[in-house]
């Protein structure tokens, strides 16, 4: 149980068109979920947090503008990167958690390359 | 404010044990994680610890000392299939992770 997938695993887009991921809870409602993103070596970054029906609370230095963030049902939440550009290249993972459950349950992930 | 450390790199051999520390200073604690991560995929769930003491998961054992703020993954058995950053991270209470930079571990033959 507690499977979580993304929506594309892998996307090429062009500077300046924005770019949509998705995250489903698959076997579970996900009353939280979580978007990090990824560069090369270095460790995971917090972007957002969204709870179900609600805005998301953005960290410090993340352009709510440029990722936004829809979490529209319990199984679904979904990152859009508005005018992308080469800097918004990464790898994006979503995570998802149940209601009083301490774990979170990642995603695959979804590379993204901007060109 | 909040900061976990973890060392940056470390080597073993196969066949071998290797420890991984996590030290750890947070507003708050609601339990310890530790998660694997090969390159290019995202984190698995390895282990979590909210007690003090010992769990232990076949080869991989985790540790807690609350009172230190201290953490350690324990490999046992060392696989080639080990090699892979090793990622501490700890819950602040508010069900948000705080995330160590991660431990890269490198298995030699």
């Known amino acids: 149980g507690a499977v979580v997938s993304q929506h594309p695993s892998r996307v090429i887009c062009k500077s300046g068109t924005s770019v949509k991921i998705e995250c489903r809870s698959l076997d579970f409602q996900a009353t939280t979920m979580f978007w990090y993103r990824q560069f090369p070596k270095q460790s995971l970054m917090l972007m957002a947090t969204?709870?179900?029906?609600?805005?998301?609370?953005?960290e410090q230095g993340v352009e709510k503008d440029k990722f936004l963030i829809n979490h529209a049902s319990l199984t679904l939440s979904t990152l859009t990167v508005t005018s992308a550009h080469p800097e918004d290249s990464s790898f994006y993972i979503c995570s998802a958690r149940g209601q009083d459950d301490y774990e979170q349950y990642f995603g695959p992930g979804t590379r993204l390359t901007v060109t | 404010g909040q900061n976990i450390d973890q060392p940056t790199e470390m080597t073993a051999t196969e066949g071998a044990i290797v420890q991984i520390n996590c030290t750890y200073q947070?507003?708050?604690?609601?339990?310890l994680f530790w998660y694997q991560q090969h390159a290019g995929e995202a984190p698995t769930f390895l282990s979590y610890?909210?007690l003090d003491g010992l769990e232990e998961k076949g080869r991989f054992s985790s540790f807690l000392s609350r009172s230190k703020g201290y953490s350690y993954l324990l490999l046992k058995e060392l696989q080639m299939k080990d090699s892979a950053s090793y990622l501490c991270a700890v819950n602040d209470g508010n069900y948000q992770l705080i995330w160590g930079a991660g431990t890269k571990l490198i298995i030699k033959p």
């Open positions: 969204s709870n179900e029906g609600s805005k998301a609370t953005y």
């Open positions: 947070t507003s708050g604690f609601n339990g």
């Open positions: 610890n909210v």
